[in-house]
């Protein structure tokens, strides 16, 4: 096992600060400063001067590495000295889950320094020789220290997932179509469009229909802001609106959101080929990955260029699966609700189930599929204790629109039928209120740390790792029965989709994981055969969750977008 910890060269306007990862390596100025290393057979930690790095990589046998940061020095190592280790172990993920487990105090950080005293790196750097040696020694005794620390308690599942994370990164073998990248970055936008950017000339353009702007607080400064994200309730009510000229200002305001798709087509250029897939091990409280380095593949809108623009190398094929309707599954195995689990089991559609036996009541043979449309965001939102009037504003947001008897009924409805939900909520109500966290089916907790009572609601103060706040704050965050179900409910898919995932990597090139989805790339004449593979892992429940009906739906394809 190998431990290193590159020193590189930087400026104030050439630095990590200012460039992402990938770019920052691939930049004509970057330069190694030189590695320090320790292996077993090596009485102490050494520096390796830069003339001697590669050098000592091909002298090596095949090992494991471990990095604190391995996304850096895994991409040092792989683009510039073209080695990789059989795995990687990083001391910033260990770090990370033992916060997330509760091992760590709640405000902890991950950093070297939050371990030990790191130094002036600034000082080392620009003194160069013996004092950068001995910096970069101390940072490796340290990196040592936390490894020796969780390495026993850290299940050898989580392992392999921090891995996966990391040779995603640091082993790119995916393309970017950059003449398609580039058509989206010289896209004119509308005038009206580009004018309605500026959040006072849409609040203008609202307040002449006679529409107040609804605001909200902003988790980053804490003050009030307008409640202008896609995702926000009101722009949600905005693109319902029974005036033309509102649902209009609605989509222009949307198309000038779309210069993020410009932006980001940018980044997707910097970064350049092989392109590589930066998510962040563990990045939400429920265990789920997060975008990094401003390239988050996570949330590419489905029908947009960038899908589209991230494809195969030639001679390659992405074989892309992802799991079927898996939170409602999940939920009802977890809840044994045997109303809701006999669909599954039957083989049944569950908004088409809903539509015939809540919104329509009807034989299911006829169900339309505007029927099936409207029923599925009542199936998909009442689950997680949504009340009439959020499950309104929800369905609005998927372009369905109900009249608040619909979404009263509908709520009703879904409370009557799978009746063991609410029951659920309450167990989960309970098992916090006792023990501050809850124990998923995997053995995986989620905790509540900092419990208090603001009135009749209790809250928790979310970990500084997954806080939204400005660096350093934590979130107070409203504890209620549909959140606590809402996520055990994402946890649990993703250890079941992980699970399933991490079945396939040993063999098969894992490139992205998002969510209910998994996508290989794999060489033409073996496609077909990494397509029944995934198949059948995507519809295979873990050990652990006996009884889970899972099934997967899965394609082969020349780029994300799905299409030829």
């Known amino acids: 096992m190998l431990f290193l910890d590159f020193e590189t060269h930087y400026t104030d306007e050439y630095s990590l600060g200012k460039l992402e990862t990938w770019p920052y390596i691939r930049d004509s100025r970057f330069a190694c400063l030189g590695m320090a290393a320790w292996t077993p057979r090596m009485d102490a930690v050494d520096y390796i001067p830069p ?77 160069g020789g013996q004092e950068l040696a001995d910096y970069a020694a101390w940072d490796v005794l340290i990196m040592m220290d936390i490894f020796r620390r969780f390495r026993p308690y850290i299940p050898s599942f989580e392992l392999d997932l921090m891995n996966l994370h990391i040779k995603m990164t640091t082993e790119p073998i995916l393309n970017i179509d950059r003449e398609l990248l580039m058509q989206v970055v010289a896209e004119e936008k509308h005038p009206m469009a580009v004018a309605l950017r500026k959040n006072d000339k849409f609040v203008a353009a609202l307040r002449h229909y006679g529409i107040e702007p609804a605001t909200k607080t902003s988790p980053r400064t804490g003050k009030p802001t307008w409640a202008f994200a896609k995702t926000d309730t009101f722009m949600k009510e905005l693109s319902q609106h029974p005036h033309p000229a509102v649902r209009k200002l609605h989509e222009l305001r949307t198309e000038a959101g779309s210069n993020i798709v410009q932006t980001r087509a940018k980044r997707f250029l910097d970064v350049g080929n092989p392109f590589p897939v930066p998510l962040l091990y563990y990045g939400a409280h429920t265990g789920r990955s997060s975008g990094m380095q401003k390239l988050n593949l996570q949330n590419l809108n489905r029908k947009g260029p960038l899908r589209q623009a991230v494809k195969a190398p030639p001679g390659y094929k992405l074989v892309i699966t992802d799991l079927s309707q898996i939170e409602v ?44 449309r409207v029923s599925k965001p009542p199936v998909l939102a009442c689950g997680f204790g949504q009340g009439w009037r959020g499950l309104k504003a929800y369905a609005a947001g998927m372009g369905v629109i109900l009249t608040d008897a619909q ?23 309970d098992a916090v209120r006792r023990d501050q966290s809850l124990t998923l089916p995997s053995g995986r907790k989620l905790i509540y740390p900092d419990m208090f009572r603001k009135g009749r609601d209790i ?5 500084t790792i997954f806080s939204k706040q400005r660096k350093g704050v934590r979130d107070d965050i409203k504890i209620w029965p549909g959140l606590l179900c809402e996520n055990v409910v994402q946890a649990t898919a993703r250890d079941v ?21 998994a996508i290989l790339c794999v060489p033409e004449d073996r496609a077909e ?23 997967g739906e899965g394609g082969i394809y020349n780029n994300y977008g799905k299409t030829e």
């Open 329 to 372: 599954r999940v939920l009802a195995w977890l809840a044994e609700d045997p109303t809701l689990l006999q669909i599954f089991i039957d083989g049944r559609d569950p908004y088409i189930a809903f539509a015939a036996d809540v919104m329509y009541r009807k034989d299911p043979g006829d169900v339309t599929n505007e029927e099936r």
């Open 51 to 127: 003339e001697r790095v590669q050098e000592f990589f091909d002298a090596l046998p095949p090992m494991d590495a471990v990095a604190h940061n391995a996304v850096f020095d895994g991409a040092v190592a792989s683009h510039h000295y073209k080695w990789t280790p059989a795995y990687w172990y990083d001391t910033k993920l260990m770090a990370r889950y033992a916060i997330s487990q509760g091992w760590l105090p709640p405000d902890h950080g991950t950093s070297i320094a939050d371990f030990g005293n790191k130094g002036d790196t600034r000082a080392a750097v620009d003194a």
């Open 529 to 551: 055969q990494a397509l029944a593979e995934m198949l059948e892992a995507f519809g295979t429940a873990p050990p652990w969750a006996g009884g889970l009906p899972v099934a």
């Open 459 to 463: 809250y928790y103060k979310r970990p």
């Open 407 to 429: 979404a009263e009924h509908a709520v009703n409805g879904y409370r009557s039928l799978y009746r063991r939900v609410p029951v659920y909520w309450d167990r989960l109500m």
């Open 497 to 517: 989709v992980m699970w399933q995932t991490s079945q396939l990597w040993p063999r098969w090139k894992v490139v992205l994981s998002i969510h209910d989805e």
